[in-house]
């Protein structure tokens, strides 16, 4: 009953929050000189003034910004996000088109880096002087501090070019015939370099963070309970550490879904990932605003819901947490 | 006689210091036998608490066993491998911790806590161990066991707490069990339910009990015989009703002598100025204070700390506030010293309405009122000399001329016994009680009328509490200081204070002068009060009835 209460007020803020990005983001988009008209004006190789004010009456542009913003945001709450300039099809259907791509590009980067990071993170915990410890701080290190696309470019020549273990690009092998099966693992297959690349930056941040953590949380008093009600270690650790450790992971993991989301337009640049990345750097060079900002607000729908995971999770780990509001 | 259940022969312990290894133990023997309660008593640092690590096998990583032998039922503990170690502990050995609040585990419940050491050393099913659980809590009272073993530990109070610590410690029966200061976290009425149910848990299981503690009081309640440490070495041991009587070593006789006696013989302190009761320093009058604490249905509810209380302190005068945790003490205190805000009420300060200050004649108005905390470890701001931390209430009024306040700072060093060459120390150089001295000189830095001292001395040793007992005393007669001293601690209040504000759930429910509060107290919780405070003439009445 608490639950399904804070559930729905969480749920509340969410739709606040998201409508309170579509004005900002379509008012930053109309501040922005240039508009799709012109990227029309200069395909067609020029155009003259009447010509452009005529499309421009056309789409609505020579409406006031605040009219337009109010028939977006009508717009948007009926689900429909416009209609593509540039690509001549409805906004909607272009992301969802790759809507799934960065979802699973994104999601297994994130759970990847996660488990990894923290592992890695609960191994350096135990001697944290000791040779595994150091190499995992520089290991992390490193990953964080290498440009996304570098990395990816490196992976691919090392696991694509010198070791042909995985393929160069794309997200399937489009000769695959027959169910899903053979689909899915076809899918992972291609998952592999894009998911590694991107997840490389987050460990390093999660192993730091949850090495700090399992450090403070060994020290404390419960866990001397753990050990004096004759444990073994593992269950020391696993059990009765680990789990006390998590939260500040948990929320740093949520706090960092619109870098991952960010990092992933490169990383879908690099691995010619069929995702919204790649749809949004193209869109950006030809101007279609409506694209943009459907991307811009889904972006921001995968941020908060991503959040609102991270505080469920919170909720999972932390008794403590679940008393308050 | 049988050989002994545990002995710990020449047992030498060393840790792991920048100037090499330290022995923290040395040559301690001690033996413990089927049954009986042995009392370690020292203070910290003398290696007590180390000792019992060391025989559970959990020393500190820096720490480790240099010289000795741990004999436990005849087996060689500090030669037993790893497995051998955990199918002791916990299940034949066990243990209770000083601190409850902190010492169970924040994200399991209760009820799993202790079923998890049946499953582990009984090897019950989770069904049989949860019920067992149950059992358990009933044996330790907690109340509505059903749904409260599906409690958190931040759901209960500390002595709840410490119950389920009891339960976990006893489920697999022990033979011995270890507790290390129980109760000092614990306020005295909640020390004396503790100590009831060990005694009888451990009458009923027949474990042996060792007890740590640095309180000679509960020695005489508790133990058969008493060890006394002191730097890391046995000074004493022996019958616990014989070293009472005839203590030979000089520390034991101090911590004998800091035990509170009760009685009214002991003179009244504080400085025989005229009585001047037409005209207090402090007055106080229907002090109410509010905490809004959770909101339902947009409402906020809210919890009275303070209730309408009314009191007067007397110039030159130590006032006691005393009641258990949650009976609104500290936040009174710091009601008047504008620290917390009161919603009704009127505190008059010498002539000022406290209350009716704000902004700048508020921050002026501090100079008169100054707190002493608790906790001199965490009250003193790490990254500041010590002599910048009493210069900054003379920097921040201003009203000394810059030239002179470093003379003022050298002087105020002088009173409270430090060097003024430890001006330039930061406060982790100093030990317990020279903080406490550092917050005695930063509260007189600013010539206060008032100084509120919120348990000032709780923290700290016996012995050093004497000390900084004996500083405030001295500078109280001197200076002709008023304190307003805040304290749980009945022996500590004895000595210093002239009246007694007794408060119990917000509301002072008693309120005399020292001698009538100890010998003829009115209220029945102030009678209870005074029974919890383990002493020795009652320890000793108790035993001599017995047959």
């Known amino acids: ?325 | 006689m049988t050989s002994p259940l545990l002995s710990v022969e020449n047992l030498r312990i060393e840790l792991a210091a920048r100037a090499g290894m330290v022995p923290v133990v040395d040559d301690l023997s001690i033996y413990l036998n089927a049954g009986e309660t042995l009392s370690v008593v020292g203070e910290s640092g003398s290696g007590k608490s180390m000792t019992a690590l060391a025989v559970m096998g959990l020393l500190p990583s820096i720490g480790h066993i240099a010289d000795g032998r741990i004999l436990f039922e005849g087996r060689d503990m500090t030669q037993m491998d790893d497995a051998s170690l955990r199918a002791i502990r916990g299940n034949q050995i066990s243990m209770i911790f000083q601190e409850p609040m902190t010492s169970l585990n924040p994200v399991y419940t209760v009820g799993e806590q202790i079923a998890e050491v049946l499953r582990l050393h009984k090897g019950l099913s989770h069904q049989d161990a949860w019920s067992r659980a149950i059992e358990l809590l009933d044996a330790v009272r907690i109340p509505d066991v059903q749904r409260r073993a599906k409690a958190y530990p931040h759901e209960m109070s500390g002595g709840q707490r410490q119950r389920v610590m009891i339960a976990m410690a006893l489920a697999c029966r022990p033979k011995i069990l270890i507790a290390d200061e129980p109760t000092t976290a614990l306020d005295v009425t909640v020390q004396a339910e503790i100590f009831e149910l060990m005694r009888e848990l451990a009458r009923e299981t027949r474990a042996a009990t060792i007890l740590i503690t640095h309180d000679m009081g509960v020695v005489a309640e508790m133990a058969d015989r008493v060890v006394v440490m002191y730097r890391g070495e046995k000074v004493e041991d022996g019958q616990a009703e014989a070293v009472i009587r005839h203590p030979q070593h000089p520390y034991t006789q101090t911590l004998i002598a800091s035990v509170p006696h009760l009685t009214t013989e002991a003179a009244p302190t504080g400085i025989k100025a005229a009585p001047d009761a037409e005209d207090p320093l402090l007055s106080v009058r229907d002090l109410t204070v509010q905490f809004p604490v959770k909101k339902r249905f947009g409402k906020r509810e809210m919890f009275t700390a303070v209730n309408g209380i009314s009191f007067d302190v007397r110039r030159g005068k130590t006032l006691a506030i005393v009641g258990e945790s949650g009976s609104g003490k500290t936040t009174a205190a710091l009601a008047v010293a504008r620290l917390v805000d009161a919603q009704t009420g009127q505190v008059t300060l010498d002539g000022t309405d406290m209350l009716g200050l704000e902004g700048e004649a508020l921050r002026r108005a501090r100079a008169k009122v100054q707190v002493i905390f608790q906790d001199p470890y965490s009250s003193l701001n790490p990254r500041l000399r010590a002599g910048d931390i009493v210069r900054e209430p003379l920097d921040n009024l201003g009203t000394l001329p810059a030239s002179e306040r470093e003379d003022r700072i050298a002087e105020l060093f002088d009173k409270v016994g430090l060097h003024p060459d430890q001006m330039r120390l930061f406060p982790h150089q100093f030990s317990g009680g020279q903080r406490q001295r550092i917050s005695i000189a930063r509260a007189l830095s600013t010539n206060p009328s008032l100084i509120i001292c919120d348990e000032a001395v709780s923290a700290l040793d016996v012995v050093i509490q004497a000390q900084i007992l004996d500083l405030l005393q001295d500078l109280q007669r001197d200076l002709n200081l008023t304190y307003l001293f805040i304290s749980h601690d009945l022996g500590v209040v004895q000595q210093v204070c002239d009246e007694i504000a007794v408060m119990y759930m917000g509301d002072i429910v008693e309120f005399g002068d020292r001698q009538t509060i100890f010998s003829k107290p009115s209220q029945a919780y102030t009678r209870n009060l005074l029974a919890a405070v383990p002493t020795i003439e009652r320890a000793r009445n108790v035993s001599s009835a017995a047959p």
Not at chain 1, 129 to 142: K, P, Y
Not at chain 1, 170 to 196: K, N, Y
Not at chain 1, 216 to 228: I, P, Q
């Open chain 1, 1 to 325: 009953m608490a639950f399904l209460k804070v559930l729905a007020q969480r749920i509340g803020y969410a739709v606040v929050l998201l409508i309170a990005v579509l004005v900002l983001n379509f008012t930053m988009i109309n501040l922005a000189p240039g508009d799709v008209v012109d990227t029309i004006a200069a395909d067609m190789g020029g155009a003259n003034a009447e010509l452009m004010a005529q499309i421009r009456a056309e789409y609505g542009l020579d409406q006031p910004v605040i009219v337009q913003l109010g028939r977006y945001i009508g717009r948007v709450l009926q689900f429909d996000l416009g209609y593509s300039y540039f690509y001549n099809r409805p906004v909607t259907e272009l992301i969802f088109e790759r809507l799934p791509a960065t979802l699973l590009l994104v999601f297994s980067a994130q759970i990847f880096a996660l488990v990894l990071g923290i592992l890695l993170g609960v191994f350096a915990a135990q001697k944290p002087n000791g040779l595994f410890s150091h190499i995992v701080t520089l290991f992390a290190l490193f990953g964080y501090a290498a440009p996304v696309f570098w990395t990816g470019i490196l992976l691919l020549i090392a696991f694509s070019l010198k070791i042909p273990l995985f393929p160069v690009a794309g997200m399937r092998d489009v000769t695959i015939e027959g169910g899903f099966f053979p689909q899915a693992l076809s899918i992972a297959h291609h998952l592999v370099l894009p998911m590694l690349t991107l997840g490389s930056i987050f460990i390093a941040l999660y192993s730091r963070l949850c090495r700090a953590s399992m450090l403070e949380v060994l020290g404390s008093d419960y866990v001397r309970t753990a050990k004096a009600k004759g444990l073994r270690p593992r269950d020391v650790v696993m059990k009765h550490a680990l789990k006390n450790a998590l939260p500040p992971v948990v929320t740093l993991a949520g706090l960092q879904f619109s870098a991952v989301i960010s990092g992933a337009v490169l990383v879908e640049t690099v691995f010619s990932w069929p995702g919204l990345g790649q749809l949004a750097l193209t869109s950006i060079l030809a101007r279609d605003t409506p694209t943009i900002l459907g991307i811009l607000f889904f972006s921001a729908l995968v941020v908060i819901v991503g959040n609102l995971l991270t505080d469920f999770v919170l909720r999972m780990i932390d008794p403590r947490v679940r008393g308050r509001g």
